[in-house]
């Protein structure tokens, strides 16, 4: 068996890093919210120039309260489980996930703006659902499957007519772009089958500190305590310790 404890780890940057994300889009929303800014404009708008902006910002824009609430919990469990199960490339699908899927939505996209941490939610789940399937190996399977559980409805909004208020397009960018990202990044194989030492060619029985429990019929013998050796050249040492009784006080 495998010790993957090495990969699967649990760190500060696990919690750290969608704390910071949650953080970062929440503060971008009650500062528009309050002074009524309007930041929407700065979202993606399809096949213009000013629109490519929102490749980078739209993650970081809400609509509504509602908008930004949706999307907070699962923004910050799913990005959280990929920082664990794939910690070595979990910024790059991050990062590669928010780009590829904005400017998808930029090239696919209805002639509005398109605003919301969506496609990288969906990014994240398409990513670790192909991926542990792709492996086969237990844990990321298993991580695959609970995916399906939690958040296998999603599916149904990558299509155009089931909700005409939410961006489809942002949702289905995610949908591929976290497929492409699961065949495009390597992680370690996690199945390679572990090799023993008597496995080994180099293996010599006889130099095998368990081994030595087996005689040459192959019964178990308890083998003798190695005698300590005395040095003779060391001087002895005698250590004396005497011990005075206190006087009575009055």
């Known amino acids: 068996m495998n010790n993957d404890y090495h990969y699967f780890k649990f760190t500060p940057s696990v919690w750290i890093v969608p704390s910071a994300l949650l953080i970062l889009i929440w ?29 980078f910002f739209s993650p970081f824009l809400h609509g509504n309260l509602n908008h930004i609430a949706n999307n907070s919990i699962p923004l910050f469990l799913l990005s959280a489980a990929l920082i ?13 996930g928010v780009l590829i899927s904005g400017l998808l939505t930029w090239i696919i996209g209805r002639n509005s703006y398109h605003i919301g ?18 492996t086969g190996y237990f844990r990321l399977v298993a991580l695959s499957l609970t995916i399906v559980v939690m958040y296998g409805g ?24 976290g497929y492409f990202l699961s065949r495009r990044f390597k992680i370690p194989n996690y199945n390679e089958a572990t090799q023993y030492d008597w496995e080994k060619p180099d293996f010599n029985p006889e130099e095998d500190p368990f081994m030595k429990h087996f005689d040459e019929n192959g ?3 308890n083998t003798p ?15 004396y310790i005497y011990n005075f009784k206190d006087e009575a006080k009055e």
């Not at 800014?37 to 213009?48: D, V, Y």
């Not at 664990?84 to 590669?96: A, P, T």
């Not at 208020?165 to 949702?171: K, N």
């Open 27 to 55: 503060s971008v929303f009650l500062f528009d919210s309050v002074f009524n800014i309007g930041l929407t404009s700065h979202g993606i708008l399809p096949r213009t120039v000013s629109g490519l902006q929102g490749v």
């Open 84 to 96: 664990y199960f794939y910690r070595n490339i979990s910024l790059k699908v991050m990062f590669f």
């Open 117 to 134: 941490a969506s496609s990288l939610i969906y990014v994240l789940v398409s990513f670790m659902f192909f991926k542990g399937i792709m």
């Open 154 to 177: 999603m599916i149904w909004y990558i299509f155009p007519d089931v909700d005409t208020q939410i961006s489809w397009e942002g949702h289905l960018a995610g949908l591929v772009t």
């Open 219 to 221: 019964n178990f013998v």
């Open 225 to 239: 305590k190695p005698e300590e050796e005395i040095d003779e050249t060391k001087p002895l040492q005698i250590n």
